[in-house]
């Protein structure tokens, strides 16, 4: 049997660009602090290349350990005569976005690259109208020996850099995961970049690259996957919109694909992992908003699975929105109707600020985890526009020792609980009853027992 076949009972994504790899290390970096520390030793060590792909950038983020921001870090690797590139996004008008935390290459943003962005290439990549390009990746060394790729959805802002447990919090806290990633997956990472790099919608305008069009050179695809370095099976999965980049080049060591249908592998993987889940589905995300995973949910529930959902206790604005549409009472209706099962837990998460006084904790997360057997991370929200419309960039991976300890991890965390010694089922039980337990102790006024607390359904985002 070969370590394909012996994946287990979750199926790959059958319609991506990039096909399931064997041989990849995969590492989950739980919380910003931790994650961007691995991302900067990572940028510290590399001897050749640096690139990445920003989403959302805030004026004061910093990070870990003193490093400075972003492009003290960045040009502190370009003076060492490493190829640094940053793909970051321009807005097509819809509204949405706050532009205060995009680095949209205006004036102002340029004169501050010119007094000490240093060595730094950049090319602007504008999302279709109302949607954002909104893969966050970092990749070092690109096709070397020492190659290794960050996935995931933290963005560059100061709530973001905390550590696990957000114990003494002074500040607003988020909660993200990070995924690092060695072996032949890290080179469809490499593809993706160098495909949106190449097709950046900006390249020929007159401000749509730095230093200038002529430095900003194309990059070449590269031409094999990069030699094993672990055991996990992976698959690098995305949301991109048809006709989105032109570019037909070959992935490496598989057959050419035409990417002007698009891609919707995020959504096929989410759709088929919780139609296989046998003992328990866990999310985390920002943005719960699909009906049709909704719809899943209740199958799975209705087949004895355990299903545990964590969001932000503070809905998405675009949810709270969502709840006030007509024609979107269907799908209100749908998610309150899954509080009527016993084994469903929506669940938000909460800390004491040095006051004493409890606040939410903000869940960015974009994550699934089914049956201790598979998981995903990456950027894309289990919503529409990220399902459909954002560009998004996630990693599933097969590799069962792996998401049970990214499982217990997560409990750990949320709960104050080691679950190392529990099975899933077990576990996801203490998840429901310490969750409701704490929704009552947060009614009374009393402390929490861990950060995890129970919210109904019906009500969630009014």
Not at 140 to 150: H, K, L, P, S
Not at 225 to 234: E, V
Not at 264 to 270: H, K, M
Not at 332 to 340: F, K, V
Request: proline share 5%.
């Amino acid at each position: 049997m070969t370590a394909l076949e012996a994946h287990g009972h979750i199926p790959f994504a059958q319609n991506g660009s990039y096909p399931v790899r064997t041989g990849n290390r995969v590492l989950p970096l739980v919380d910003g602090e931790p994650a961007f520390r691995r991302i900067c030793e990572a940028i510290e060590r590399a001897q050749h290349s640096v690139w990445g792909t920003v989403a959302f950038l805030d004026p004061d983020f910093l990070m870990p350990d003193g490093r400075g921001d972003l492009f003290q870090v960045l040009a502190r690797a370009a003076e060492r005569g490493l190829d640094v590139r940053v793909i970051f996004w321009r807005i097509d008008g819809g509204g949405v976005f706050d532009t205060s935390n995009v680095f949209v290459g205006d004036s102002a943003q340029r004169a501050m690259l010119e007094q000490r962005g240093g060595k730094l290439r950049a090319r602007w990549d504008r999302a279709h109208q109302g949607y954002c390009q909104h893969q966050k990746s970092w990749l070092i060394d690109a096709g070397r020996e020492r190659e290794v790729a960050f996935v995931g959805g933290i963005n560059l802002n100061r709530d973001s850099v905390v550590a696990p447990g957000h114990a003494g919090r002074d500040h607003r806290h988020v909660h993200d995961v990070y995924l690092e990633l060695a072996g032949p997956c890290a080179s469809d990472v490499h593809h993706n970049f160098v495909q949106r790099w190449n097709e950046a919608s900006e390249r020929a305008a007159d401000d749509g690259c730095w230093p200038d069009a002529t430095a900003a050179c194309d990059l070449p695809f590269p031409a094999r996957s990069s030699a094993a370095a672990g055991s996990a099976l992976a698959q690098v999965q995305r949301t991109v919109q048809p006709g989105l980049y032109e570019d037909a080049t070959a992935t490496p060591d598989g057959a050419a694909f035409a990417i002007d249908r698009g891609e919707l592998s995020i959504l096929e993987q989410y759709g088929t992992a919780i139609a296989a889940a046998r003992e328990y589905v866990y999310l985390e995300n920002q943005a719960f908003g699909h009906p049709e995973t909704v719809e899943a949910l209740h199958d799975a529930l209705a087949r004895g699975v355990d299903v545990t959902v964590l969001v932000p206790a503070d809905a998405h604005p675009f949810f709270k929105q969502r709840r006030k549409q007509p024609e979107s009472q269907p799908f209100i209706e749908r998610l309150g109707a899954l509080g009527q099962h016993e084994r469903f837990t929506l669940v938000g998460i909460a800390a004491p600020d040095p006051a004493g006084s409890l606040r939410n904790i903000y869940v960015h997360a974009k994550i699934a985890l089914v049956d201790d057997a598979w998981a995903t991370i990456g950027s894309c929200n289990v919503a529409q526009r990220s399902f459909f419309g954002d560009t998004e960039l996630n990693v599933s991976f097969w590799a069962p020792e792996v998401v049970r300890r990214l499982r217990v991890a997560l409990l750990q965390e949320h709960l104050a609980l080691d679950t190392t010694e529990l099975d899933d089922r077990a576990a996801f039980a203490h998840f429901r009853k310490l969750a409701r337990e704490n929704a009552a102790r947060r009614a009374r006024g009393d402390a929490l027992h861990g950060l995890a607390f129970a919210i109904d359904p019906r009500t969630y985002g009014e």
